[in-house]
Every structure is written in C-alpha cells, then in structure tokens.
C-alpha cells in the first residue's frame, strides 16, 4: 500500500509519497542507471504505479515498458530521469502533457563540468522547468530514498523508516551514511540528495523536514549553498526544533576545487561557515563517520548536560589513555567519592583502595566476577553524568572464558542501559581482522556483539577516541539547548 501523502500538500510530498513514479531511461542492461533505479523499486516493494520508458524495449524487468512518457495511459507523479543531457529539454514538455508534479535528474555533466555549453544548457532546462511549473530535483544527484513508501537509490537500503531526515549535496556520501548507519540500527525517515540544486535546493529540504512529524533529527552535508540568507534563516529554524548535525564539504583549497567539479557549488570560507553552524546551533562534524557517531547517540540516549564521564574496563595504560582522550575532548573525570569508595570497600575489601576512576578491571584478578554489581554502583551514583564501558579483545583469557565474559559484559551493559539511570556508551575495540582473520572466535564475538548494542540502541564506537569526541559534541549540544532554549 502506498503511504498516504500528508495533508500539506508540499511539493516534496511528491518525491517522497509518490502515487506513480516513470522512470525515463529505464534499461535491461545491468550497467545502467535506469536498469537499478527500477530494479530499487521493484526489490524495496514500492506499491505505486511504475512506468518503465524505453522506446525499444516491451517489458523490463517484467514490467510492461512505454515508448515514451507522453504514452504512459496516466498522470504521474515522479519522474525518475536517467537519458543524456540532451534528452531532458524534449522530456519536460512530455513531463507537462502528464501534469509530472517533480523530477529527479539523475542526469549529470551539466554545470559542474564549468563548460559553457553545459551551463548554458542547464539554464535553458531551469527556465523551461519554471515556464512548465515542473519542480526539479538535482540534476547530478542520486535522488530519494523514502523507506515509507519503499522507494531508494541503493541496494542494502532497508525497508523499515525511523527518524533520521537526511539532506545531502552529494548521493555517494549520502549512501555511505545510510549504510553504514544500518550496521548500527540506525533507519532514516527521509533522505535526498539533491546534486547542483539547479531549483529545489538545501532550503527547501530544510524546510520540510523541519516541519515532517516524522524527522527527529536532521543530518545534512553541505558544499555551497544558493541563498545564504535564506540558508541561515532555514538552518536556524531547523536546529531550534530538531538537533542538526552537518558537513560543510571543501573545507581545504584541494576540497574548494573538488567541490566546483563535483556540484558546481561555491564553497566559501570554511571560518564563515563554522560561524554559521555555531550561530545556528548546528552540531558541526567533520566526516561520515563522526556524523553516525553523533546520529547513533542521539538515536539511542536522552539528554546528557554534564560532563563528568565515568571509564569503566581496559588495562591499566588503556585507562590512561582513555582518561587523557575525555579531558583533551573537553569531559571531566572525577575522582571516585567517599560514598562510592565506601560501597566498594563492602565489595571488594581487598582492592577498594586501589581502585579509581577510570575503573582498570586488569587489576581485579579472583574479584573479576563482580564487574556488574561494580557498573551498578557507577551508574546509580550521582558523582557521574555518563558512563563509558570498555570492552577489547585483549583479553589475556583463553577464547572460551573470554567469550563468556564478554558477552555476560554486554548483557549487563544493555541491562543498564534500559534501566535508564544513566546514559551509557560502549566502546569494542580489537584489531582490523582481515578476511580469514573472521572464522577467529574473538573477531566474530565482537561482530555479534555490536549488533546485539544496536538491537538495544546502545551506542558503541571502535576506539574510545571517537567515543568521548561524540560525547563532548553531543554534551555540548544540550548544554547550549538549556541555556538557548
């Protein structure tokens, strides 16, 4: 069944909640970009009307397939458009005979190739896209991915939504994210990657997304924008009701001139744009992989406004090192108190003297088994506003005691976790296996566990680095949202 658009009526409705969708360009030939935007289709299970069109073919992929658009027997909603540049002219004035509300042109080698002609000609299609009252997404962009009405630009796109609202100049980086982002249990309500942004650009995504019901926080990445007065008022809006997490890309000379080749966008001073982020209240990051990071606390804790961080697990120099790591991302990492201190001294009388912030359970030795009653204490005192566990493959345990205790540990993290006292992260390091190095117990216990943590919505990163990054970035958020409400 094809999700019922919203009542508002806006214009992205039509991207993301599509009654019919023609994919213009549509081939038998698996090299093709019409050939997997319809093959995205059909495996997501998207129930609306598909209209493949090739002037030379019957059927593809068994569906009935129409020479042109003008001979498709409805309206439609959607154009999908995978023909060459000059193709794309002729398809609107088709697009208007079938009252097309939005197109997506994948196509691309228009003005980010800087010729003349290329850019003249993506003039003369925005002029005639406005003349026609056809709105266009991209060209030079891979387009939607609406999991609600099974529609995507990817394979391994899972078909369940969730809340995360993505608004991407570029399609390859935006399809990292949402794979990676699915190893950690992480759905998206909406994603777009919207290329030169030739008419619907950043703002306009911003905008909807702000106001859809289904978004709770907005990810976006950002290489130039068209109206930076309406960008701020947009990006302002966005992030006084959702948190927003963003890239600016061509931060560096080398990334300013990747960017003119990639989107035609001009990237402007990097220190404008931190400016911006700031005044905004955009937590800014500098990559995908710090994005997830982010994206996977605020999927998973509540509100977290202090800093004081308790480090729990890894050897003596990982404590360390671990606690250096906090204090340099900007955490603090109290000493036990006297309360705590005399709670552990009746559990471990032998060793509660030795025992600090962060916790180095390499120390413990026949006292090991009391590791959870220990997070316990942690995470009911009130000296602590988060707790880290540390859980690595370093263990000197033979494989099959260690595999016990790592997957007891994580029982017992999950367990904390839902108890909700406090918020908590967990860390799983171990070495970079290569391929056979997976058949390892070790390896695949930690693969299995990690994905247990992302059932759980337990948010668990692979160095403790990254961990206390996101942590500072993610405090800091709620620190300036209490203060600038």
Same mark, same amino acid.
């Given at each position: 069944?094809?999700?019922?658009?919203?009542?508002?009526?806006?214009?992205?409705?039509?991207?993301?909640?599509?009654?019919?969708?023609?994919?213009?360009?549509?081939?038998?030939?698996?090299?093709?970009?019409?050939?997997?935007?319809?093959?995205?289709?059909?495996?997501?299970?998207?129930?609306?009307?598909?209209?493949?069109?090739?002037?030379?073919?019957?059927?593809?992929?068994?569906?009935?397939?129409?020479?042109?658009?003008?001979?498709?027997?409805?309206?439609?909603?959607?154009?999908?458009?995978?023909? #060459?540049?000059?193709?794309?002219?002729?398809?609107?004035?088709?697009?208007?005979?079938?009252?097309?509300?939005?197109?997506?042109? &994948?196509?691309?080698?228009?003005?980010?190739?800087?010729?003349?002609? *290329?850019?003249?000609?993506?003039?003369?299609?925005?002029?005639?896209?406005?003349?026609?009252?056809?709105?266009?997404?991209?060209?030079?962009?891979?387009?939607?991915?609406?999991?609600?009405?099974?529609?995507?630009?990817?394979?391994?796109?899972?078909?369940?939504?969730?809340?995360?609202?993505?608004?991407?100049?570029?399609?390859?980086?935006?399809?990292?994210?949402?794979?990676?982002?699915?190893?950690?249990?992480?759905?998206?309500?909406?994603?777009?990657?919207?290329?030169?942004?030739?008419?619907?650009?950043?703002?306009?995504?911003?905008?909807?997304?702000?106001?859809?019901?289904?978004?709770?926080?907005?990810?976006?990445? &950002?290489?130039?924008?068209?109206?930076?007065?309406?960008?701020?008022?947009?990006?302002?809006?966005? *992030?006084?009701?959702?948190?927003?997490?963003?890239?600016?890309?061509?931060?560096?000379?080398?990334?300013?001139?990747?960017?003119?080749?990639?989107?035609?966008?001009?990237?402007? #001073?990097?220190?404008?744009?931190?400016?911006?982020?700031?005044?905004?209240?955009?937590?800014?990051?500098?990559?995908?992989?710090?994005?997830?990071?982010?994206? #996977?606390?605020?999927?998973?804790?509540?509100?977290?406004?202090?800093?004081?961080?308790?480090?729990?697990?890894?050897?003596?120099?990982?404590?360390?090192?671990? *606690?250096?790591?906090?204090?340099?991302?900007?955490?603090?990492?109290?000493?036990?108190?006297?309360?705590?201190?005399?709670?552990?001294?009746?559990?471990?009388?032998?060793?509660?003297?030795?025992?600090?912030?962060?916790?180095?359970?390499?120390?413990?030795?026949?006292?090991?088994?009391?590791?959870?009653?220990?997070?316990?204490?942690?995470?009911?005192?009130?000296?602590?506003?988060?707790?880290?566990?540390?859980? #690595?493959?370093?263990?000197?345990?033979?494989?099959?005691?260690?595999?016990?205790?790592?997957?007891?540990?994580?029982?017992?993290?999950?367990?904390?976790?839902?108890?909700?006292?406090?918020?908590?992260?967990?860390?799983?390091?171990?070495?970079?296996?290569?391929?056979?190095?997976?058949?390892?117990?070790?390896?695949?216990?930690?693969?299995?566990?990690?994905?247990?943590?992302?059932?759980?919505?337990?948010?668990? &990163?692979?160095?403790?680095?990254?961990?206390?990054?996101?942590?500072?970035?993610?405090?800091?958020?709620?620190?300036?949202?209490?203060?600038?409400?």
């Amino acid at each position: 069944m094809v999700p019922v658009k919203p009542a508002s009526r806006h214009v992205l409705d039509y991207a993301f909640y599509p009654g019919s969708i023609a994919v213009v360009g549509a081939s038998d030939q698996t090299l093709s970009a019409g050939y997997h935007f319809l093959k995205h289709l059909l495996d997501l299970g998207y129930a609306g009307k598909i209209y493949p069109v090739n002037p030379k073919k019957d059927s593809i992929l068994g569906v009935k397939t129409y020479p042109g658009l003008k001979d498709v027997p409805c309206e439609v909603d959607l154009v999908i458009c995978c023909v #060459s540049t000059d193709r794309v002219l002729p398809l609107l004035d088709e697009c208007k005979i079938k009252n097309v509300k939005i197109v997506h042109l &994948f196509t691309a080698r228009l003005g980010e190739t800087g010729r003349p002609q *290329a850019l003249e000609l993506e003039n003369r299609i925005k002029a005639a896209a406005e003349r026609l009252g056809i709105n266009l997404i991209g060209p030079n962009c891979m387009g939607i991915y609406s999991p609600e009405s099974k529609i995507s630009f990817g394979y391994g796109m899972p078909a369940e939504p969730g809340n995360i609202g993505v608004v991407f100049q570029s399609g390859g980086a935006a399809a990292l994210l949402v794979q990676d982002c699915v190893l950690l249990g992480l759905r998206f309500s909406k994603v777009l990657s919207y290329g030169n942004a030739m008419q619907i650009d950043e703002s306009d995504i911003l905008d909807y997304l702000t106001n859809d019901e289904k978004t709770g926080v907005i990810a976006g990445y &950002f290489e130039g924008v068209r109206d930076g007065r309406r960008f701020m008022m947009s990006l302002s809006a966005a *992030a006084r009701n959702k948190p927003v997490i963003a890239i600016k890309g061509g931060r560096g000379k080398a990334g300013t001139r990747a960017v003119a080749s990639h989107t035609a966008a001009v990237a402007g #001073s990097h220190n404008i744009w931190d400016t911006a982020f700031q005044q905004a209240g955009v937590v800014q990051v500098r990559d995908v992989d710090e994005m997830i990071g982010l994206l #996977s606390l605020f999927n998973g804790l509540p509100p977290v406004a202090g800093r004081r961080v308790g480090i729990i697990g890894g050897g003596g120099g990982k404590c360390v090192i671990a *606690a250096d790591l906090a204090e340099e991302a900007g955490l603090t990492v109290p000493p036990l108190s006297t309360e705590l201190k005399n709670k552990l001294k009746e559990l471990v009388p032998s060793l509660w003297d030795w025992i600090g912030n962060p916790i180095d359970f390499s120390i413990w030795g026949d006292e090991a088994h009391k590791a959870a009653q220990v997070r316990q204490l942690l995470s009911e005192d009130p000296g602590f506003d988060c707790l880290l566990m540390h859980l #690595s493959d370093d263990n000197p345990l033979d494989d099959e005691w260690w595999t016990a205790i790592v997957r007891m540990d994580v029982d017992n993290i999950i367990d904390l976790h839902r108890q909700k006292k406090k918020p908590v992260i967990a860390v799983l390091s171990g070495a970079r296996p290569g391929y056979e190095d997976l058949r390892n117990i070790r390896w695949k216990t930690i693969s299995e566990q990690r994905s247990k943590l992302a059932v759980a919505k337990v948010p668990a &990163f692979d160095t403790t680095a990254e961990a206390v990054r996101a942590l500072a970035k993610y405090v800091g958020y709620w620190e300036r949202k209490r203060y600038n409400p």
